[in-house]
C-alpha cells in the first residue's frame, strides 16, 4: 500500500496527471489507505477513489464518507444475477458511481438490462494472473454489444497494460508464465466502433489486432484497416460508453505510447 500510495502521489502533479484515474482499493485494506496518509493536510484536494466491495458491505461503504482526505467517487461490485443488482443498487442512494462486474461474463447479456435500470455502469475483467483468466475476443465483443443495447457505460480492468494484443508475460516473476492480452487500443477501438453502430465484425477484428502500426492517429482522428473515427467521436465515446480501464502499473501504459511516466522532482 504504501509504494502504490507513493506512486499515485508522485503522479497527481505530473504532466501526465491527464490520464491518472481514481485511486483503486479494496474496502478491506480502507483503514490501510487512510494510515497511509497521515502526512496529508486536511485542507489539501482529496484523493478521488474507487472503492472494490460486496453489495452486503453497504453500511461499511457509507461509513468511508467520514474520511476528509479520500472521497469515494465509484464503487465496483460483482453481481450473479439479477437480485445482487438490486442489491447493489443502493449505493448509488451515497452519489457514488456503481459498476458491476458479472461473475459469469457469458450471462452479462441477460444482466445488462437491469444495470440499466437501476443506473449502474458496467465493468470487464480483461485478464489476470492466469491464462484462463483472460475472455476471448467473442466475449469482450459481446459484452461491448450488451452494454450499447442496453445503453449503459463500462470499464474495463486487468491486463491492459500494453496497447495492441500479443503474447506477454503474466505476473513480474523472473520466470513468468505467457499469455495472449488485450492492448487498452485494441478494447478502446472496439469500444468506439460498437458505439457509433460500426459493424461488429470490424470490432472484433480490432480487439484481435496485434500491429502497433495498424492504428493510424492524426490530430483529428484514428485510421485503422478501412475504419476512420473522428477524434469527436472518440471524444463521444470516451465520455458515454467506454469509461477508462484500471491498471495495477501507471508507467507501463503510458510508456506503450511513447509517454514516459515519471514522478515529479
Excluded at 478491506?28 to 494510515?35: G, Q, T
Excluded at 472521497?71 to 438490486?86: F, S
Excluded at 461473475?103 to 445488462?112: E, I, K, M
Excluded at 457509433?196 to 477484428?205: D, K, T
Amino acid at each position: 500500500m504504501e509504494e502504490a500510495v507513493a506512486e499515485y502521489r508522485a503522479h497527481q502533479d505530473a504532466a501526465e496527471r491527464w490520464a491518472l484515474g481514481r485511486f483503486v482499493v479494496p474496502l478491506a485494506r480502507w483503514n490501510e489507505l487512510r494510515s497511509c496518509l497521515t502526512d496529508t493536510p486536511t485542507s489539501a484536494a482529496p484523493w478521488p477513489v474507487s472503492l472494490v466491495a460486496a453489495a452486503g458491505d453497504f453500511d461499511r461503504i457509507e461509513a468511508t464518507r467520514q474520511e476528509s482526505r479520500l472521497v469515494v467517487q465509484a464503487v465496483e461490485c460483482k453481481a450473479a444475477n439479477g437480485d445482487d443488482v438490486t442489491s447493489a443498487a443502493r449505493i448509488t442512494s451515497l452519489g457514488m458511481e456503481l459498476f458491476i462486474e458479472p461473475t459469469h461474463l457469458a450471462t452479462f447479456g441477460a444482466l445488462a438490462p437491469r444495470l440499466a435500470q437501476v443506473g449502474a455502469a458496467a465493468k470487464i475483467r480483461t485478464g489476470g494472473v492466469t491464462v484462463d483468466a483472460f475472455p476471448s475476443p467473442k466475449q469482450v465483443l459481446d459484452f461491448l454489444m450488451a452494454c450499447r443495447a442496453a445503453g449503459i457505460r463500462f470499464k474495463a480492468t486487468a491486463g491492459l497494460h500494453h496497447a495492441v494484443r500479443g503474447e506477454y508475460r503474466l505476473t513480474y516473476e523472473s520466470a513468468p508464465p505467457m499469455g495472449e492480452m488485450f492492448g487498452f487500443l485494441n478494447v478502446a477501438v472496439a469500444a468506439a466502433l460498437i458505439w457509433h453502430g460500426r459493424n461488429p465484425g470490424a470490432a472484433l477484428a480490432a480487439l484481435e489486432e496485434r500491429s502497433m502500426d495498424a492504428f493510424v492517429f492524426t490530430d483529428d482522428g484514428l485510421a485503422w484497416r478501412g475504419e476512420y473515427l473522428s477524434a469527436t467521436e472518440f471524444d463521444d465515446a470516451r465520455s458515454r460508453f467506454f469509461t477508462g480501464f484500471g491498471s495495477c502499473s501507471f508507467r507501463e501504459p503510458m510508456a506503450e505510447i511513447g509517454l514516459e511516466a515519471q514522478p515529479r522532482p
